[in-house]
């Protein structure tokens, strides 16, 4: 058994940066990942199209400058393999790989409660002990597993976006089928149309999309970033989302319509995942939203020529980005070409699969290759996975039974010494990920350095800052239009997950505030214990 200070479970985005920082104010620290390769959702989600929908020079580490200065971003929105090779370069350059045990799926997490300290062991049985757990599991990583009947009878090959094979997936002169229209379907449908015999897309919910506006990144352009890198951090930090900039401080329904849609115009070319925060209350107020609704439909149409498409194509019952909008090049166009179909699954469900391909309510559609985009068990998927046991014995299936709870996202009472990135209760999947799990890194190294100078074994939410985060952010997501559209910020793209909204929404610089706070007072909202003792 290894003994650490710190165990992180996951080596994403998030479990690498904690490495690199914990270890860096000396504290003796393991990554463990369930996968046989660093890299997390960019190692899992191979599929054609993939990349990310925030820039890339936002959506990268800032806690090297000289890393920044070094690497060469060759897209405004990189693709999965570039980003995934950059996390491989920070992985070598600050030699992370030591400390990370590939292969390695924790199975359980029990609170020693005389000690406060963790014991946790794989699923391959072997054990660790730590002061401090981590979980660094991710947002999106755990797929939702949908099957349709009789899908051992298909003699084709079956593909999830999210567990992409690593060898490249011929399409040339293939029949294939698209299950799923969120992000990972906007993305990979215009490609695979471009290689495949054909393409069926089956579609349950029409889905808005921004244009990513993605080009290559200029020499000049490059130049011109990192000449300003740190302006551009702190914007980042200081903007809503932790995109960089912030919305027009006006209502959408007090500026002129003109005025409106000339600024709508300019972020549809620009924006892309930005185009909500056109103006302030665009995800606040149903006015509002129904004219940024009613642009994008107008884009959205302008794109496909049958009107037939078209209908079926435009969302039109929910609120402009109450679900994650998509980020796309070139998705709706694609339905223009000849070898796409759309088929509606409220119209025409699918019933199962037959061994040539897929049943429908009213056809059989024979295929070669049948792809599951159908999305994650989002948020908690992975979080409750894993049998976690706090004090008394309470698992975090049980604390979370009717949703989870948390403080600042990060701290569950009756768990002490366990804190958790970006996950629910912090701005997590409404914002710049990367960005929010290294506010949360840096805030969490800052508070065990405090507990090492003041000789504190565990660090430990209250029942009542818990009580009064989880009312705040509810409270937030009162305000906002996210409660209107079922969504998986909801919980409800599961069947039988609790109808809890699940994010922060009061903006990462909003977020950060508490941080600051919550640190200034002495870690007000955390109770304090040295083993066998409470210190205060
Ligand atoms: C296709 C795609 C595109 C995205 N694009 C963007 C974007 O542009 N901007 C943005 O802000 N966000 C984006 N996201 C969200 C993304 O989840 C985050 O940006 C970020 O990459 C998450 O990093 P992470 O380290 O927190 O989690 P992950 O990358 O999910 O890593 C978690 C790791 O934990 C491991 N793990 C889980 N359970 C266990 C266990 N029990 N034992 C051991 N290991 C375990 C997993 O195997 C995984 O490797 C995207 C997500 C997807 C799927």
């Not at 003109?258 to 103006?279: I, K, S, V």
């Not at 000789?455 to 937030?476: G, K, L, P, Q, S």
Request: include cysteine; charged fraction near 25%; hydrophobic fraction near 40%.
């Amino acid at each position: 058994m290894r003994t650490v200070d710190v165990l992180i479970v996951g080596a994403g985005f998030a479990g690498l940066r904690a490495l690199h920082t914990f270890r860096g104010i000396g504290l003796d620290t393991v990554v463990l990942e369930a996968d046989d390769a660093i890299g997390g959702v960019w190692n899992f989600n191979r599929y054609p199209g993939a990349r990310c929908d925030v820039e890339s020079f936002d959506y990268s580490y800032r806690f090297s400058p000289e890393l920044e200065q070094e690497w060469r971003w060759t897209e405004r929105y990189a693709t999965q393999p570039e980003i995934l090779k950059y996390i491989n370069h920070v992985a070598d350059r600050f030699d992370l790989r030591r400390d990370v045990e590939l292969n390695t799926r924790v199975q359980t997490a029990t609170l020693d409660e005389n000690s406060l300290r963790w014991r946790v062991t794989s699923t391959d049985g072997r054990e660790w002990e730590a002061e401090r757990l981590i979980l660094a599991v991710g947002q999106l990583s755990a797929p939702k597993n949908t099957t349709y009947p009789d899908q051992d009878q298909f003699e084709g090959r079956i593909i999830h976006s999210s567990r992409w094979p690593r060898e490249e997936v011929d399409f040339a002169g293939k029949r294939v089928a698209i299950i799923g229209t969120g992000s990972s379907g906007v993305q990979m449908t215009p490609v695979i149309a471009e290689q495949a015999a054909h393409l069926t897309v089956f579609q349950r919910t029409a889905n808005y999309s921004i244009p990513a506006a993605n080009s290559p990144v200029s020499d000049e352009e490059d130049r011109a970033v990192k000449a300003r890198y740190r302006e551009r951090r702190e914007a980042a930090r200081n903007s809503p989302s932790g995109l960089g900039f912030t919305p027009d401080s006006r209502s959408a329904i007090e500026v002129p319509e003109d005025e409106r849609n000339a600024a709508f115009e300019a972020a549809w070319n620009r924006l892309g995942f930005g185009f909500a925060l056109t103006f302030k209350d665009i995800l606040l107020n149903q006015e509002s939203n129904d004219t940024a609704s009613a642009f994008v439909r107008s884009k959205i149409a302008e794109q496909i020529v049958d009107p037939a498409l078209r209908k079926k194509l435009i969302p039109q019952d929910f609120p402009f980005g109450t679900r994650r909008p998509s980020v796309d090049s070139g998705y709706f166009k694609a339905f223009n070409r000849p070898n796409v179909e759309l088929v509606d699954i409220n119209e025409t469900p699918i019933t199962g699969f037959t061994r040539s391909g897929l049943r429908t309510a009213d056809a059989e559609r024979v295929f070669d290759i049948v792809i599951y985009a159908t999305g994650f068990d989002a948020f908690t998927g992975s979080l409750l996975k894993p049998v976690i046991s706090g004090r008394g014995g309470m698992t975090l299936q049980a604390k979370w039974a009717a949703g989870p709870v948390s403080f600042l996202g990060m701290a569950v009472n009756a768990f002490p010494n366990m804190f958790i990135i970006v996950g629910p209760g912090s701005p997590s999947l409404l914002s710049n990920v990367l960005l929010s799990s290294e506010e949360q890194i840096d805030w969490l190294a800052d508070l065990f350095a405090y507990c090492r100078d003041n000789r504190i074994d565990a660090v430990e939410a209250t029942a009542e800052a818990e009580r009064d985060w989880v009312a705040h952010v509810n409270e937030r997501a009162e305000e906002t239009l996210y409660l209107k559209t079922p969504s998986y910020y909801l919980g409800a793209e599961m069947p039988g997950k609790p109808r809890v909204f699940m994010p922060y929404s009061g903006g990462v610089r909003g977020y950060r505030r508490f941080l600051e706070d919550t640190a200034a007072k002495g870690y007000a909202g955390m109770s304090m214990h040295r083993a066998e003792a409470t210190a205060a």
